[in-house]
């Protein structure tokens, strides 16, 4: 089992250098995330999908957009790469049946992107 | 606002010491408590998660109450070991107007022999 799965593992940009941090899920989760870490810091999240063809924003979406036109795949890409972006990103999948993880239902993460902009 | 609050670290503990993490959150409604753990070099995993008061979560020795009364779900362990060495999340899930996760800033431990 692969799990979540993320591509690359680390990266350097330049400022205003664009690139996308890939994500799968070999899970069939309806349910995608993506996060991200600063030091010190808990998660924040960036942006979430719900199932395929439907995104949205979360805490912290400037900078970032997302599309998701498939189940397996959930792409975050940086458009022009500042300073303030300099983070580790961290995708994430949940499956429920409901859609509520008040229910409990479980995140699972992949092992992260380290990004570091000069 | 919702929040979470962890206790600062790093802690640095003996094996077989124990081991209290305190955690205490904020929210609007009635949230599922979780504690998750993040070992070097990877994403964070599912260590337990309680859905409402009074649950208590387990698993690999670590336990967690959910104590409404005092807004708390702090994790125990008995006896750590070396293995234990990680950052560990406390973190609630509401429903707003996405399924929310708030994570607390994590809690760095290192347990030596």
């Known amino acids: 089992n692969a799990g979540v799965t993320q591509t690359p593992k680390f990266r350097i940009l330049k400022i205003g250098q664009s690139m996308t941090l890939q994500c799968t899920q070999d899970?069939?989760?309806?349910?995608m995330y993506w996060y991200r870490q600063d030091p010190g810091m808990g998660l924040k999240l960036i942006y979430y999908?719900?199932?395929?063809?439907?995104?949205d924003k979360g805490e912290v979406p400037n900078g970032y957009n997302v599309s998701r036109s498939t189940t397996e795949d959930f792409p975050l890409r940086l458009e022009l790469a500042a300073p303030s972006q300099t983070s580790v990103y961290f995708c994430?999948?949940?499956?429920?049946?409901?859609?509520?993880?008040?229910?409990?239902?479980?995140?699972?993460f992949g092992p992260g992107t380290r990004l570091l902009v000069l | 606002g919702d929040s979470v609050t962890q206790m600062e670290g790093p802690v640095t503990l003996s094996e077989e010491a124990f081991l209290t993490i305190n955690c205490t959150y904020t929210?609007?409604?009635?949230?599922?408590l979780f504690w998750y753990v993040q070992y070097p070099g990877e994403g964070l995993q599912l260590l337990l998660k309680?859905?409402?008061?009074?649950d208590k979560g387990s698993n690999k020795g670590f336990e967690a109450t959910y104590r409404k009364e005092t807004t708390s779900f702090h994790l125990e362990k008995g006896s750590v070991q070396v293995s234990d060495s990680a950052v560990y999340f406390c973190a609630l899930s509401l429903i707003t107007s996405y399924d929310k996760v708030i994570f607390g800033p994590g809690t760095s431990l290192s347990v030596i022999p």
């Open positions: 929210a609007t409604g009635y949230p599922s």
């Open positions: 309680a859905t409402k008061a009074d």
């Open positions: 899970m069939n989760h309806n349910y």
């Open positions: 999908s719900v199932g395929a063809g439907i995104t």
């Open positions: 994430a999948s949940s499956s429920s049946a409901t859609g509520r993880l008040t229910l409990g239902e479980t995140q699972y």
